[in-house]
T-cell receptor, first 110, second 119 residues
């Protein structure tokens, strides 16, 4: 069966540290892997994507890696801030469809 | 940037009644919209893909007759939960597919979601 799993349900880190979130998928061959942020009671917001032929992508304090052999993407937030606290979702984009992972709730402690 | 407006944000209804949720793309045309359902602390579950001018494509296990989707124009898709029951209580979120300007790839722009409570 097709699965998208994110490493942990919840992650707590100290302000200023780097948060690393993991996304693993099985039985997909995605053209893109995307990351979204979701705040409580709101819809997700697109952050960053990486193509299957890219190893790494950066945007300000965000970095995404993509290993199609391991079927894994890592999402890093450097110099984390309390305002980064939210749930982060990875999504596999295959053709017209988007399928989401289980999400990781990140809390950055001041 | 692209904006998707979803209404109502919250709705409470009695068991057996029907509820309509609207999803509008405000500054772009959305030929394809997606409807998701989300339970507390769980991920988004794709319910159906809504295509303008044609029938929606439902995911396995989603009842077509219960969750009616209409995509009559390029800017509006509606989800009607018919004969709602308490187990239909959930957070429903719509999204429209658009282009990310920097990569040219398809990405999703989401509405704010609709919290449905069926008494």
């Amino acid at each position: 069966s097709q699965k998208i799993e994110q490493n942990s349900e919840a992650l707590n880190i100290q302000e200023g540290k780097t948060a690393t979130l993991t996304c693993n998928y099985t039985n997909y061959s995605p053209a893109y892997l995307q990351w979204y942020r979701q705040d409580p009671g709101r819809g997700p917001v697109f952050l960053l994507l990486i193509r299957e032929n890219e190893k790494e992508k950066r945007k300000e304090r965000l970095k995404v890696t993509f290993d199609t052999t391991l079927k894994q993407s890592l999402f890093h937030i450097t110099a984390s801030q309390p305002a980064d606290s939210a749930t982060y979702l990875c999504a596999v984009n295959t053709g017209n469809q988007f399928y989401f992972g289980t999400g990781t709730s990140l809390t950055v402690i001041p | 940037g692209a904006v998707v407006s979803q209404h109502p944000s919250r709705v409470i209804c009695k068991s057996g009644t029907s509820v309509k949720i609207e999803c509008r793309s405000l500054d772009f045309q959305a030929t394809t919209m997606f409807w998701y359902r989300q339970f507390p602390k769980q991920s988004l579950m794709l319910m159906a893909t809504s295509n303008e001018g044609s029938k929606a494509t439902y995911e396995q296990g989603v009842e077509k007759d219960k969750f009616l989707i209409n995509h009559a124009s390029l800017t509006l898709s509606t989800l009607t939960v018919t004969s709602a029951h308490p187990e239909d209580s959930s957070f429903y979120i719509c999204s429209a597919r658009g282009l990310d300007s920097s990569s040219g790839a398809n990405v999703l722009t989401f509405g704010a979601g609709s919290r449905l409570t069926v008494l």
